[in-house]
């Protein structure tokens, strides 16, 4: 071969290697990167071209894929948008998913390992591939109530089934459309975008999973089980419960609500103590109990700081850091540098309910097949065991006694004996406000947590009439 022929055929091969060597970047290396790019056409339409699997609440489709005519041929609608926004999420064009739409994402689309099955024969018998539906636990007329009740107001209600751990609301306000997000309409979608980044709270972001406030007075009741759970004390123990008190190595002086006495004689029964909600006995008592029962007691509620899935994430909670007995005593009373998520205040109420058993939170009731065959159905698991059964009937008592002659009085249902106790949390705004409890307190089928941000008025006033009517479009339910 002549040096010229030569030359050709060595350029020839060094242009066929730099093409093989391009090919493998793109669809090796590259490939990811390029197939999330949300300019990549191509894969945004095979994406809308499969049917998404429906989200499923009740027996009926919150969130589900219709066909049109439109480039992309599936568009996916919810129904009843707003009431169960913070569940669904949204699955957009533009801003790709959030919510169940997002933690189920492999189900919806069909990509899940479990329905290998179903691609494989949809590929050999050219039926169209669809995704699989997720059925959730919630139940409608909780999720309703809790809705309606924070209607106008920032905050949340998530509500438990005690004894297994399932969500029965997941409530969230200010609310949202998620069909405005979800639309073929790139432009639409950059409207109303705009339009809910320029509120003052994010409809988007989840007040109940998301975000953590000061606990207030609810974190009374983790304080009392640690006190019930040494085996010193019963709700009858007799405690120190003065008008004022002077938090030890400072000149702070921690006061009552409305600086009001607890007692005449500046002592009494721990019950009556959670009772009216007495902040001078239980900074006291935490203090006295020490800091590492209390955190004990904490982390064993799920107050620990770590994230959970339910799937859904939801932020951590936690009692933060105590630096001596001043700190301690603020603290105990739900004060300084306790964050609480409205799911782990609901958590505390569902393992008093469920006699001391913490079960693990759930919102995915199963995962189906398009046939609609089960492919998975969540099984309930303890998370952890806070305290006793004799400890969670003490503290069942004291709470009941919180809404029978108490705080919570506003949560009182005609026939129904309601457990519960209020918070009402200092911050740089007007008061947040807290209600917890379940019922019927004798065998109880819910637990809810409800919370208003910067409500400005007290935990009974505002938060335990929603709990109210949470419990009793359950209660209604079950007939």
């Known amino acids: 071969m002549n040096a010229p022929l030569r030359k050709v055929a060595i350029s020839v091969l060094v242009l066929f290697t730099l ?26 339409t095979d994406e809308y071209g499969r049917e998404r699997g429906a989200i499923v609440v009740g027996g009926n489709e919150i969130a589900s894929s219709v066909e049109t005519t439109d480039t992309l041929r599936y568009l996916r609608t919810y129904a009843n948008g707003p ?14 998913n959030r919510g169940i739409e997002r933690a189920e ?13 179903r691609r494989l024969a949809d590929l050999f018998t050219g039926r169209d ?18 809705m309606a009740g924070l209607e106008g107001r920032v905050g949340a209600v998530p509500a438990l089934d005690p004894s297994t751990g399932a969500v029965l609301g997941l409530a969230s306000t200010p609310t949202y459309d ?12 950059r409207a109303y975008d705009e339009q809910l980044d320029a509120l003052e709270t994010d409809p988007r972001v989840n007040q109940a999973i998301s975000e953590r406030y000061a606990a207030g007075s609810i974190f ?36 009552n609500f409305g600086n009001e006495p607890c007692s005449p004689t500046g002592e009494q029964p721990l019950i009556e103590a959670l009772t009216i909600s007495c902040n001078t006995a239980f900074a006291q008592l935490g203090i006295e109990l020490g800091e590492d029962a209390l955190r004990e007691m904490a982390e064993a509620f799920g107050i620990d700081g770590e994230e959970r899935q339910i799937p859904l994430d939801v932020a951590g909670s936690t009692i933060g850091e105590i630096d001596g007995d001043a700190a301690l005593g603020q603290t105990s009373i739900g004060q300084l540098d306790v964050a609480l998520t409205p799911m782990q ?9 469920n006699d001391g058993v913490l079960m693990n939170p759930y919102l995915v009731e199963s995962v189906q097949a398009p046939d609609l065959s089960v492919l998975d159905q969540t099984e309930p698991e303890p998370l952890s ?6 400890v969670a009937d003490q503290l069942t008592a004291m709470m009941t006694n919180v809404v029978d002659e108490g705080t919570g009085r506003r949560a009182q249902i005609s026939g129904v004996e309601v457990a519960g106790k209020t918070g009402t949390a200092e911050n740089a705004g007007p008061d947040h406000n807290w209600f917890i409890g379940f019922a019927p307190a004798e065998d109880p089928s819910i637990a809810v947590a409800v919370f208003i941000r910067n409500g400005g008025g007290t935990g009974g006033d505002i938060s335990a009439p929603i709990a109210r009517s949470v419990i009793e479009a359950h209660l209604q339910g079950r007939g």
């Open 19 to 44: 093409l093989i060597v391009n090919v493998n970047v793109i669809q090796v290396i590259r490939a990811e990167s390029l197939r999330e790019n949300p300019r990549n056409t191509r894969v945004l």
């Open 83 to 96: 009431l169960y926004a913070p569940v669904t999420g949204f699955y957009s064009v533009l801003f790709g």
């Open 105 to 117: 994402d492999d189900v919806l689309s069909g990509t899940d390992d479990r329905l290998f099955g």
């Open 129 to 146: 591939p669809s995704g699989g539906n997720v059925e959730l636990t919630l139940d409608p007329a909780v999720q309703e109530a809790a």
């Open 178 to 189: 998620p069909n405005l997000l979800s639309s073929h309409d790139p432009a639409a979608i």
């Open 220 to 255: 009374k009741v983790v304080v009392a089980a640690a006190a019930l759970a040494t085996g010193d004390y019963t709700p009858d123990t007799v405690i120190p419960a003065p008008q004022d008190y002077v938090l030890p190595g400072t000149d702070t002086d921690l006061q």
């Open 345 to 353: 205040a609901a958590m505390i109420a569902a393992a008093v309910a």
């Open 385 to 390: 065991e806070p305290f006793s059964e004799e």
